[in-house]
Structure formats: C-alpha cells, structure tokens
C-alpha cells in the first residue's frame, strides 16, 4: 500500500513514518509543502532505519503530489493547517483513496492544555467539510507521544481510537494501525465522536505535566 | 477516616463503597436523599462484604447528615443533582472538610454519548461555584466503569484522574484513591482541566459501545 504523511516531516508523521518503515513493507510517501524538504527528510528516514538494519522505502514529494500517488492520505499536519492542507490536495484524491485526520486543535492557558473545540464539532468535522465529499476521512493516531513514537528504542502498549463513517476505509486504517508493533486500533463509532477523541490530547499532556515520573504517555483502554 | 458517599446508592456510589469497605478501615457513611433508604443499603453493603469475610463499618444516614460526619465527601450523584446536592449539604461542611466530584455531564445522540460542557466550563466548575469558598473541591473518581468498581470478583489496573487547587486537599484523595486494590491516582493539575477529564467517560461508552470485547473499561495512561 502507499501511505501520504503529509506533514512527514513533523512530530506525529516523524513517528508515524519510522514505525511503518520498520515493521512493515508499505511505499512512504513523504509530503511536505516544501518538497525539496520533503526529498531531504525521506533520505534522512531511510538513513535513520539503514542504521537499524531496516530496508524501507521512503519518498519526499510535495503534499499535493504525494497524495496523488497515495492509497491512504495522513494529514500530520497542525490543526490550524488542516483545511488548507485538504484545500491544497483535494483535487488529487478520488473516491479510492483514505484520508486520516490525526490532528487535536489545543490552546494552553497558565493550568496546562485545553481541547480547543472548533464550531463544527471537533477539528475531524472541519477536514470533512473540506474534503470532496466522495473521499472517504477516518480519525486515527490522535493521542499518540510523538517522541515515544518516534523513539525506535521505545516499545509501548497502546490503544488509538478510530472513527469515521465508512467501514471500509476504517478498517483500512484500522489495519494499518495494529501493523505498528504494540498499537490496538481501538473502533470508536462515527464522525460525532471526535471531539472527545481529540480532547484526550491536551489530557496526556496535562498528566505528563504534572507527574515527573509519566512522560511520553499513551493510553490503553483496559 | 470518615468518608461520605452522598448517593452512595447509585452506581459509582456502590462501587467505591464496596471497594473501600473491602480494601481499607475507614469508616464509610451511605448517604441519600432518604435515610431510610441509606441504612438499607448500608445494611445490604455489611452483609454483601460479610459474605465476603470482609468486616466493614457501614452507616447510612440524609445526604446532610452523613456530610456533616464526615472528613472526606463523595459527590457521588448525577451531575444534573451535583449543584441542589452541594446547596443542600454546604452548611455542614466546613475548611477541614474535603469535598470530591465525580461526576460528568453527558448526553446521548444516535451516535453514542457525548460530554456536555456546562457553561462554567466543567461540570466541576459547577460543583466549586455552589460550595462555601472555604471548602477544598477535588475531582476524582470520573472515569471508572460502575459495573467493574462495583463486582468485586473483578481486578483492574486503572488509573484516576485528580485535580483540585489545595494541595493538601488533592494528596488526601489521592491516597484513598491508592488504597483501592488497582487503582492509581494520577495528578492532572488545577480545576481549569477538568473538562478533559470528564470527556474520557462517555469515550470510555463509545469505546464499549463499538466493540463486544471490549467492556467495563476503565484508563491506563502508559
């Protein structure tokens, strides 16, 4: 399969891409609204998993070029980047491809980080609205610890919760997820579940935060 | 120590007065609106943990009279009562008192719950605009599934999340929290980040809701 991390170049989609590069054979596609950056980070990825022993095959494109050639489409992008970012790809999506929204809006305050809920809903109901309407959007890999993630020689036990209206793409997804070693897709229902999904972001921060002893923090559901 | 459970009837009201009843020696004090109805279930509460082997000292009494007794008060009652139980008990608490929420507002729509943040910001919010001022306010407790507190056959690792602005007030419910078999309390910060907090429990439904193998799930940060 191609995976789109668009945003490949940040903190989720660094993580997001080592992982898949090493545990499993999917092509990577790495988007960057630079793709001079985006050359450079894929060689760097593949650098990084050759150290390892790991043979994976990383590309950096622009984002409207990645996610032409891409099966599934991740948006590794900040919140307040989202709809642009599917403004900008929308015309290279079709009804086959899978596009993820991993993204949780947040504001901080002088007590920590707060879900900042968007008026549609959840930051997942604004992709949608951006989206063309026969693209299929799943919400994945919300409240993951981008450097845990990132950390090769971290192992973890940890849930993600998936939503999203279409069972196929979902399933997808869900697939793709429990190929990370150590990740359970976790099904939470459809596109009005978001809010709550995104809001567990901001409370794995506050937690870390607070407790010198918890950092990197996931979540299991158990 | 004293702990009240106010609608220590209910559901997460049973739960934690079983689990206290079995797992420490404090002294726990069944309140409700009817304090007929608390000395029977305080009654059934004895003899369920004297099956048990397990010799608890459990006293029902009014929801004002249990709180006027006790060190420690468990606001364990929907949220939609949380505010006309606060009015009711508040001339009987006082600085030494120690009051704790637990409880979440939310609503239903097709699509499964959904947390329904009161204008003050949290349901929480709401509980420390009704107390006296000089009253310490801790939120725990929220995120644990009724069913599996309360069946004691059942294990769990689950962490809860406590917050609350006195410090001394937070390290005592904190430790009632870690004298449950299973149960890790975990420091979130200040009242501001109770909403997070309170969203994980109609997540917890969903989740439940959306998977048969999953249930009575409660929430290991990791």
Redesign the interface.
Known sequence: MRIALLGGTGDIGRGLALRWGRDTEHELLIGSRDPERAREQAEAYTSELADRGADADFKGFENAMAADRADVVILAVPAYHLVDTVEAVADRLDPETVLVTPAVGMQR?E??F??NRPGPGSVAALAESAKPDDVPLVGAFHNLPAGGLADLDSE???DT?VFGEDEDAKATVSQLAAEIEGLRP????????A???E??T???I??A???DE?HD??????
Not at 217 to 222: A, R, T, W
């Open positions: 305050d007590d920590g707060h879900y973890f036990e940890w919760l976790v099904d939470i229902g459809g596109l009005a579940n809010a709550e999904v809001a567990v901001p409370l794995l506050n937690v935060m607070n407790n918890l923090l996931g979540v299991k559901f158990q």
